[in-house]
């Protein structure tokens, strides 16, 4: 295991030499993508985190699952590392699906756009409310229909990464409009540069 923790560091290392420009919310420990992470390494199912790249990019996330699930369970330094480097990964790998940079995960407690946060509980408590007064009326009847469309698709079965990925689109466009940005653009360009 000694050449696996070797490698895992050295990953580390060059991700975080090649970082680049990054957004708020999707590269915060407290985004979505990665609470979806954490999941997928607790259970051991990667289904969570595979809904939020592209199916071009699962081949290398799962080396990543795999080697990181192993390095994990040497120490808790370790898992530390393990974690985050899994952590990093798909966050990294989410946002070269949608042609953006990444310069690392932000930590707990990033301060979140008024609006993304309204989003958020939007989506949480099954209204529209916490957006009324932060978007314009005729916004506002556009964000219906994009509402809509998350809460049909959001009840999917997790290892059904086909309906995770349509869900994940029509989160990423309701969140994108909800913000002011152009939606619309298809599954991962318009794939949650600021929200995740």
């Not at 607790?42 to 990019?57: F, R, V």
């Not at 756009?113 to 949480?124: R, W, Y």
């Not at 219906?144 to 466009?173: H, P, Q, T």
């Amino acid at each position: 295991m000694g050449k696996l923790f070797v490698i895992l560091i050295g990953a580390i290392i060059f991700m975080l030499l090649s970082q680049k420009k990054a957004y708020a919310h999707c590269d915060t420990m407290d985004g979505p993508t990665v609470k979806d992470g954490i999941k997928a390494l607790e259970t051991k199912n990667i289904n969570y985190a595979l809904k939020w790249i592209l199916p071009a990019y699962d081949e290398e996330l799962k080396k990543i699952f795999e080697l990181s699930l192993k390095v994990r369970t040497l120490s808790p330094e370790a898992e530390e590392l393990a974690d985050r480097y899994f952590l990093e990964s798909l966050v990294r790998i989410h946002r070269a699906g949608e042609g953006a940079g990444f310069e690392g995960l932000k930590p707990h407690g990033e301060p979140i756009d008024e609006k993304v946060q309204a989003a958020d509980k939007s989506i949480e408590i099954g209204n529209l409310s916490p957006l009324k007064g932060l978007v314009t009326d005729d916004e506002m009847h556009q964000l219906e229909k994009l509402f809509e469309k998350v809460m049909a698709l959001k009840d999917f079965e997790v290892n059904d990464v086909g309906a995770g990925r349509k869900y994940i689109e029509a989160y990423v466009s309701f969140f994108k409009f909800a913000e002011g940005e152009e939606h619309g653009h298809g599954h991962h360009t318009a794939h949650g540069h600021h929200i995740h």
